[in-house]
């Protein structure tokens, strides 16, 4: 009966097939209906808001100019208060507020912050419709909204403008949507929950308590909790070539010559940093930029940017080099994060040359050196630092202070080049404390920032990248990892053009940002803020490893451009803070905020509708972030599938020994 | 044909049954030893003592859960690595021990659905159990609720408690699910213990 093959097997396999599904049916059954999924707080939901957020960017020469508009719908039955933290590219200067409701459109006062919030708060308690906006850190914002009636929109617009990135002749332009949850290095604090911020009065001071939304998360799928559409208006004057968003779908329309209109193309794109990048036709066209502002006042600003000559870098004779690769392996890397940085850390090892030395330190709240000493970079040298890197496990938090006390200690170095390259997301929260404390260590060591994973918190790594003489690299994707650490290598190989500095013809000094300029790499270009008086040329002299470097640039032919002279207060505003107390320039920088209309930590946009009166809000929601993609802080996996690798062995076995049976059985037939 | 069918039938079969009866049996096994290293551990307290010697975990502390008949050492790092040989206290959440010791903060233990904490799946609120610190002292906490959450959901940590946690659905079929079955368990006055030991037994 038994004695086709087939036959048997389709029993097998039928049998298998009832074994898995009852056995599956059943364990579902049995447990499902005692559990039940709900909030662990088990807190009812606060009042929710709608928010929607829309980008629109006109780019002309090297400035992007932006307007950013959220508009809060508040769905609830009564009045509500809402509060949003929002991040922006990091070098955004933020001139300008606008609030709308309906009809009326409220202009908004820049003020110093103190008087801001005392006026906010006082039309909040008077039932008036009030916005405020704050600078929570340079590319950190808070918009707070009183009063918002039931079923009522308000539109807060902002606009920024900023200088776009340009390296080894692409442009870039970054827009952050999410904001990576920070690590609290003063109290190691996982996050404080947004659950307990419903409230005003509850605002961090100085200390950041950064919102992000779970909820988004899993329902990533329906519908996203906050909406974000973004377009993009270009007009530079070149052909373009090769543009290329990287982490997002977009549409790309060439109206005319020289422009393009760029749309984003996809509705759930707000867990992750939106980078557009493209290249001009002809690269040399690219060299040289020179863009004036002339005020009625007399008072001119210049924005240059300058890509000195290639053969500067070149044919130089290379010293040998020490390099050190610090690698955050905290909690919040975990994931694809850690991957990206393995795979940056394995491609950095193989680009070594023999008379280099190296050493790779990981930390999280502790510092794992993989040896106490730089070692040769020799092959049994790299076969371990390859067996260290794989045990390598994102886990802890993150405290740079100790990786940054390890690896700088203020030392010269003669006869050799020491490059400590950083790679973290830079979820940290007390940024001004590890600045001060890289520019008093630095010593002869520069710094190079490498940051990793879907949302790093740029802001930290390009500063600390300013300080530390060095430059700031974003791998976005796995798949980036390769070009951009060839890229930063090509500049490591290189050396810089140091002490850089601006003049006019006859030798006196220029009032530009950021003094001093920051040493030069390969593939880099000089992008500075001048206020020229009278000068008629600028000349720009720096050290190259070969001699001296001197050139000239004439302001006459430059073009006329808007917005400059706010450039050029947000890059001296941004030099103050970083190089100094905070105490000590606060009137001057709250001087030049107010002057040129900028947001800054000291002063504040506040809009108040005067004529309406309105219920008093008693709730505040909080409009949410969403989770970075690829986060982590995941909760350990923990399914094990060892049971159900026995049962299936079993089954296996089971199939083979009845047809095992089977044979024998119809040998001993055949026998007979 | 029909050879390659047994063979076959008989390679997947040993393999598969092999590989999950190594995972059983190196998750029982494990116990033993870092059983070993526990009582090591607590006639020294402040060194970190390590199961075996190379491993790159030590024993922190004892679960001990008489009403399902459990006793387990608990590992220092809740990796892939630590989980497969002992529950594994999650480190980026709160130390052991309480709010007795200071400690604001939640602290988390994870073990795996199918060996150590297979028996969460039985257990209810009101059970107690008992968590011997390397100091010798030994809190007594009963279950104050079970919940199924998502793994991105780790807003619990910031309310102090003891917190279980492991895999959900037990014994499914595809891995790498996104829900963890979470027991919150709170500490007991201790002169409870006496009588939640004889009713549980």
């Known amino acids: ?672 | 044909m029909k050879k390659w069918l047994s063979a076959g039938l008989l390679i997947a079969g040993l393999g598969l049954f092999g590989h999950g009866a190594y995972m059983q049996a190196k998750a029982w096994l494990a116990q033993v030893l870092i059983e070993q290293a526990w009582q090591e551990a607590l006639k020294s307290p402040g060194i970190k003592v390590k199961p075996w010697y190379y491993a790159d975990s030590y024993v922190t502390a004892k679960l001990d859960w008489p009403s399902h008949n459990k006793t387990l050492s608990v590992l220092a790092g809740a990796s892939g690595r630590n989980l497969a040989f002992a529950p594994s206290q999650f480190l980026p959440a709160g130390e052991l021990g309480g709010k007795e010791f200071g400690n604001e903060k939640g602290s988390l233990i994870a073990g795996h659905n199918d060996t150590h904490f297979a028996f969460l799946q039985h257990a209810k609120v009101g059970e107690a159990f008992t968590l011997q610190l390397q100091s010798g002292v030994i809190q007594n906490y009963k279950v104050t609720g079970i919940e199924v959450i998502h793994q991105s959901q780790n807003s619990f940590l910031q309310t102090p408690g003891l917190y279980l946690l492991t895999c959900y659905p037990f014994d499914s079929l595809a891995s790498g699910t996104d829900l963890r079955l979470l027991v919150s368990a709170q500490m007991s006055s201790p002169d409870s213990l006496s009588g939640i030991s004889t009713t549980s037994s």
Not at chain 1, 88 to 95: G, R, T
Not at chain 1, 361 to 378: E, H, Q, R, W, Y
């Open chain 1, 1 to 672: 009966m038994l004695s086709k093959p087939t036959k048997m097997l389709t029993k097998v396999s039928i049998f298998i097939f009832i074994a898995i599904v009852l056995l599956a049916s059943f364990k579902s059954h049995a447990q499902s209906p005692k559990l039940e999924l709900f909030d662990s707080n088990g807190a009812p939901a606060g009042p929710a808001i709608i928010l929607k957020s829309d980008a629109n960017m006109t780019l002309t020469g090297l400035i992007n100019h932006v307007v950013v508009t959220q508009t809060y719908q508040n769905e609830n039955p009564f009045a509500v208060n809402a509060r949003y933290v929002f991040p922006l590219p990091d070098e955004s200067a933020v001139h300008a507020m606008t609030m709308r409701i309906g009809e009326r459109v409220i202009k908004g006062q820049i003020d110093k912050k103190v008087e801001a919030e005392k006026k906010y708060e006082e039309a909040k308690k008077a039932g008036k419709q009030a916005a405020l906006v704050r600078q929570q850190r340079a590319n950190m914002f808070i918009t707070n909204v009183a009063n918002i009636g039931p079923g009522e929109q308000v539109i807060i617009e902002l606009e920024y403008q900023e200088i776009i990135d340009y390296s080894s002749g692409t442009f870039a332009i970054r827009f952050p949507t999410t904001i990576t949850p920070r690590y609290h290095a003063i109290s190691g604090e996982v996050e404080v929950s947004t659950q307990n911020q419903t409230h005003f009065n509850s605002l961090p001071t100085g200390w950041l308590s950064p919102v992000y939304s779970i909820k988004s998360s899993n329902q990533n799928d329906n519908v996203p909790s906050s909406q974000f559409s973004l377009n993009i208006d270009i007009d530079v004057g070149l052909e373009l070539v090769d543009i290329n968003s990287k982490f997002h779908n977009v549409d790309v329309q060439n109206t005319a010559f020289g422009q393009y209109k760029i749309a984003l193309n996809e509705t759930n794109a707000v867990n992750r940093d939106f980078v557009l990048e493209f290249k001009p036709l002809q690269k040399e066209q690219a060299q040289a930029a020179f863009f004036t502002q002339q005020f009625e006042n007399g008072d001119r600003y210049g924005l240059a940017m300058l890509m000195p000559p290639g053969d500067h870098f070149t044919q130089t004779q290379r010293l040998p080099r020490e390099m050190v690769f610090v690698v955050d392996t905290s909690g919040s890397m975990h994931g694809q994060s850690m991957e990206q940085a393995k795979k940056a850390l394995f491609y950095a090892l193989s680009l070594l040359d023999s008379d280099d030395s190296f050493n790779i330190i990981g930390f999280d709240n502790i510092v794992t050196p993989m040896s106490d000493k730089p070692l040769i970079a020799s092959d049994f040298n790299l076969r371990r630092a390859e067996r260290f890197i794989y045990s390598l496990e994102a886990d802890g938090g993150t405290e740079i202070q100790g990786a940054l006390n390890a690896v700088l200690d203020g030392s010269e170095f003669g006869g050799f080049v020491r490059q400590v390259v950083f790679l973290t997301d830079g979820s940290v929260s007390n940024e001004d404390a590890l600045f001060k404390n890289i520019q008093s260590k630095l010593g002869d060591s520069r710094l190079f920032t490498v940051g990793i994973g879907s949302a790093p918190n740029s802001f930290f790594m390009r500063r600390a990248a300013d300080i530390g003489k060095g430059s700031f690299t974003f791998i976005g994707s796995t798949s980036e990892v390769q070009p951009k650490m060839q890229q930063l290598f090509d500049k490591l190989a290189h050396p810089a053009i140091t002490n850089l500095g601006l003049s006019d013809e006859s030798g006196n000094s220029l009032d530009f940002w950021p003094p001093p300029l920051p040493d030069l790499y390969f593939g880099e270009p000089i992008m500075v803020a001048i206020k020229l008086n009278n000068a008629k040329n600028v000349v720009l002299a720096g050290q190259t490893a070969q001699g001296p470097l001197s050139i000239k640039l004439s302001t006459q032919n430059s073009s006329s451009a808007q917005g400059i002279a706010k450039l050029w207060a947000r890059q001296k505003i941004k030099s103050l803070l970083l190089y100094n107390e905070q105490n000590t320039v606060k009137d001057e920088v709250q001087e030049l905020a107010l002057t040129h209309q900028l947001l800054s930590p000291f002063t504040a946009f506040i809009a108040i509708e005067q004529t309406q009166i309105k219920e008093v809000a008693e709730q505040t929601a909080q409009a949410t972030n969403a989770v970075p993609q690829g986060m982590a802080m995941r909760l350990p996996q923990t399914d094990g599938q060892s049971r159900l690798h026995i049962l299936l062995g079993c089954i296996l076995l089971l199939g083979f020994s009845a047809l095992k049976i089977n044979r024998s059985f119809k040998l001993s037939r055949a026998r007979k």
